[in-house]
C-alpha cells in the first residue's frame, strides 16, 4: 500500500509545495508512527539556516553579539575617547580666557567642588550664567534651571566629541535679547564615555537600568541642591529642566518623568 505525506518548505516570499511518496507495509507488530511537528521556533530556525547556507554573501552576515560583548565599546570608539580630550585633560586658566565662542553673551563657571555618588567617576561639570546676570540678580531676580547631558558638546568645539559645539549659549543668548525665553542657567554635565577602554560608561548612565537610576538620583539629590546653593536659581518643578540627544534625551525623560 503506497500512501502519501506532504510538507511546506519556504524560500524567500515563495512557497513551494514538495510531496514526498513513501511505500508503506501495514503491520500489526510496528504500526506507523506520525512524525514530531516542528514548532514555529524550529521551522523559523531551519529556513533561516538553509537561506544563510545558500546565500553567496554568507560571510557578510552580522552574527549576533556575544553575552561579553553587550556595552563594550567598537574599536571606532575606543579611537575616538582615546583622542577625545577632556576638560580634565586641559589647560583650565583663568575663568576670563577660557570662555568659549559657544557661550555667546554668557559667561561659564566652573563647579569644583561637586560630590559624586559611591563609584561614580568625577567628571567637570560647568554652569553658564546668562548675560548682565550679576546686575540681575542685584535686582532680585532669580532663574530657571536647565541640567544638559553631554555637557562637553553645547558650548566649546575643543572638547566636542566632533569639533562642533551646539552654540548653546550663543542662542540662548539671541533668543534673551530678543524676548523669546527668559534668561536660564544652564548646568553642562560631562559624561563619561569610556572607563579604561572597558565598557562604556555613558550608555550605562544615560540608560533605563539600575545605574541610570543612580546617575538621576545623583543629578536631583546631590547636583541640583549644590547648583541652587551656590547661584540665583528657580527651584520649583516648573522652573526645572532637563535636556539632552540621543541616550541624553532618554536620561533626560527618565529624570524629568520620575523626580
Known amino acids: 500500500m503506497a500512501s502519501f505525506s506532504s510538507a511546506r518548505l519556504t524560500h524567500g516570499d515563495s512557497f513551494a509545495r514538495v510531496r514526498v511518496s513513501k511505500l508503506v507495509q501495514p503491520s500489526r507488530s510496528h504500526p506507523p508512527t506520525k512524525a514530531p511537528r516542528r514548532d514555529l521556533r524550529t521551522k523559523a530556525t531551519y529556513v533561516a539556516s538553509q537561506r544563510l547556507k545558500n546565500s553567496p554573501l554568507k560571510e557578510d552576515v552580522p552574527q549576533a553579539p556575544n553575552a561579553d560583548e553587550i556595552n563594550m565599546p567598537t574599536n571606532a570608539e575606543r579611537t575616538m575617547s582615546a583622542a577625545m580630550p577632556t576638560r580634565l585633560q586641559l589647560e583650565r586658566g583663568p575663568p576670563s580666557s ?7 553673551g554668557g559667561e561659564l563657571h566652573w563647579l569644583e567642588d561637586v560630590p559624586f555618588s559611591l563609584g561614580m567617576p568625577a567628571r567637570d561639570i560647568q554652569v553658564w ?8 540678580v542685584a535686582q532680585g531676580h532669580r532663574f530657571p534651571v536647565v541640567y544638559c547631558q553631554d555637557g562637553q558638546n553645547l558650548m566649546d568645539e575643543s572638547t566636542s566629541w566632533l569639533k562642533q559645539d551646539w552654540g548653546l549659549g550663543a542662542i540662548a543668548t539671541a533668543c534673551i535679547e530678543t524676548g523669546a525665553i527668559r534668561p536660564p542657567i544652564f548646568v553642562l554635565v560631562d559624561n563619561v564615555p569610556a572607563v579604561g577602554g ?24 546631590t547636583l541640583r541642591p549644590h547648583v541652587n546653593s551656590r ?7 516648573l522652573d526645572t529642566f532637563a535636556m539632552g540627544s ?3 534625551g532618554l536620561a533626560s525623560f527618565l529624570a524629568v518623568h520620575r523626580r
Open 98 to 104: 577660557r570662555q568659549p565662542a559657544g557661550a555667546g
Open 231 to 237: 547661584f540665583a536659581t528657580l527651584v520649583g518643578p
Open 129 to 136: 550664567t546668562p548675560p548682565e546676570y550679576t546686575t540681575l
Open 198 to 221: 572597558l565598557f562604556n560608561l555613558r550608555h550605562l548612565e544615560y540608560s533605563n537600568s539600575p545605574v541610570g537610576q543612580a546617575y538621576i538620583d545623583w543629578m536631583c539629590d
Open 246 to 248: 540621543s541616550l541624553g
